[in-house]
């Protein structure tokens, strides 16, 4: 999903401010978030322009929300990377939940 500008430079402001808020530097915030510490800088810098694994990891660390335009579907990715443990079969555990749930809502 690419971002608008202005919301890429909302986001970085508001991840640096929660960094900050929390004290943490740069280093502690990627082992927290499981993101390079390069590029957890360059991405709370606003050097980004779409919601990546990376930025959406950073953001559920410091627990900051994205702009209206895609609130809950940033939310929604949010929570479902939250979950994933990074294997292939747990992807895939989780993919089959999300079409079992589209089902039982007849979507």
């Not at 690419?2 to 890429?8: S, T, Y």
């Not at 957890?40 to 209206?68: H, M, P, W, Y």
């Amino acid at each position: 999903m690419k971002l608008k500008p202005e919301i890429v430079t909302e986001m970085a402001s508001r991840m640096q401010a929660s960094r900050n808020r929390r004290g943490w530097t740069y280093a502690e915030l990627a082992r927290r978030s499981g993101v390079e510490a390069s590029q957890t800088q360059k991405i709370c810098q606003g050097e980004f322009r779409s919601l990546t694994t990376n930025v959406l990891q950073i953001c559920s660390a410091l627990e900051v929300s994205f702009g209206d335009s895609g609130h809950y579907e940033g939310r929604l990715t949010t929570e479902i990377i939250a979950l994933w443990d990074r294997t292939s079969a747990d992807g895939e555990r989780l993919l089959r939940l999300l079409r079992d749930l589209r089902e039982l809502r007849g979507v």
